[in-house]
């Protein structure tokens, strides 16, 4: 299974992270963003010309939330909870996430360098209360108690705060915290930052 990831591309690391979670193993095929020939390449591969994609045999995935959702379907369930309900939250919750927060996006863009804390403005703040009001409700250590596709999504978005000054209070903070120290997501910006080299 090959997945085609791209540097400093947050949805690649989500990607790259259901399969750690899943335990599947990827042959991990790196894009850079900033270079035509390989943007090309990627045109190549995928129709749609974006990254993340995973091919697996003649079955081409593109979008991060797709690849998770195949990704728990092959694992049996490893990335989302077992009750239907807590599932159907997870879900909803993660196609916000996927959709949702242009105001973080476009204002905390990715970088592996030094940036400078954001100014507030009110689009910002209300994002930003909407994502402490979603980590209020995390279980602890993850959202269900098990690691799964939410903390993967959300895990790089605590990730993105934190690197632009924004650390949550409370409880959500706590859960911020949590993510922040996740072996496996500090593996995941590691292998990331390799992918930029």
């Known amino acids: 299974m090959e997945l085609w990831v791209g540097t400093e591309s947050t949805w690649s690391i989500r990607a790259w992270l259901c399969a750690q979670i899943a335990q599947i193993p990827v042959d991990v095929k790196v894009i850079d963003l900033t270079s035509e020939s390989d943007k090309q390449r ?5 129709p749609s010309a974006l990254v993340p994609i995973l091919i697996d045999g003649e079955t081409l995935i593109h979008d991060s939330l797709a690849i998770a959702e195949y990704f728990n379907e092959i694992s049996h ?5 077992k009750d239907s309900r807590q599932r159907a939250l997870v879900r909803s919750l993660c196609c916000e996430l996927h959709s949702g927060f242009s105001h973080v996006r476009g204002q905390m863009p990715l970088s592996f360098a030094a940036v400078e804390s954001v100014a507030e403005n009110a689009e910002l703040n209300r994002e930003i209360d909407r994502i402490t009001d979603i980590f209020f409700r995390a279980k602890r250590p993850f959202y269900s108690q098990e690691p799964g ?30 993510l922040l120290q996740w072996p496996l997501l500090q593996k995941s910006f590691e292998q990331a930052r390799n992918w930029s080299c």
């Not at 990627?42 to 995928?46: I, P, Q, T």
């Not at 959300?154 to 409880?171: D, F, I, P, S, W």
């Open 149 to 178: 596709m939410f903390d993967a999504f959300y895990g790089v978005l605590a990730y993105r705060l934190n690197q632009y000054g924004v650390k949550l209070t409370g409880l959500a903070g706590q859960y911020q915290t949590d």
């Open 77 to 81: 369930g490893a990335l989302l909870p």
């Open 42 to 46: 990627l045109a190549g591969k995928s």
